[in-house]
């Protein structure tokens, strides 16, 4: 009933920049807390970032920190900006609405997956 559209996604070279997008449809996303993931072949999906507007918390993986930034600009989006992005960035990336974003990164129910938005990062 309620899904998320994510876009943005590109081949890139490494140490380019791309900004991701998270749409919602079906519901007012200002109302719910939401996280990015990714996934490759062969790993299982991970959080990359999430953000808890209740408390301001923000929470990224190890291997983004530093490089990716979740944000609500227009409060009708959320965005990931991924700067100085590696080979290893490569993914199919996912918005989710999330039940709670901690330290430890997103908890509790992960639902309304979108479609996905590829990104390469290649030479």
């Known amino acids: 009933q309620a899904q998320l559209a994510e876009s943005g996604g590109d081949l890139v070279q490494p140490g380019g920049s791309l900004r991701l997008s998270c749409q919602t449809t079906?519901?007012?996303?200002?109302?719910?807390?939401v996280g990015w993931f990714r996934q490759s072949p062969g790993k299982e999906r991970e959080g990359v970032a999430c953000?808890?507007?209740?408390?301001?918390?923000e929470w990224y993986a190890d291997s983004v920190k530093g490089r990716f930034t979740i944000s609500k600009d227009t409060g009708a989006t959320v965005d990931l900006q991924m700067d100085n992005l590696k080979p290893d960035d490569t993914a199919l990336y996912y918005c989710a609405t999330i039940d709670y974003c901690a330290d430890s990164g997103p908890l509790g129910r992960r639902a309304n997956w979108g479609q996905g938005t590829q990104v390469t990062v290649s030479s």
């Open positions: 079906g519901f007012n996303l200002k109302y719910y807390t």
């Open positions: 953000s808890q507007s209740s408390n301001g918390r």
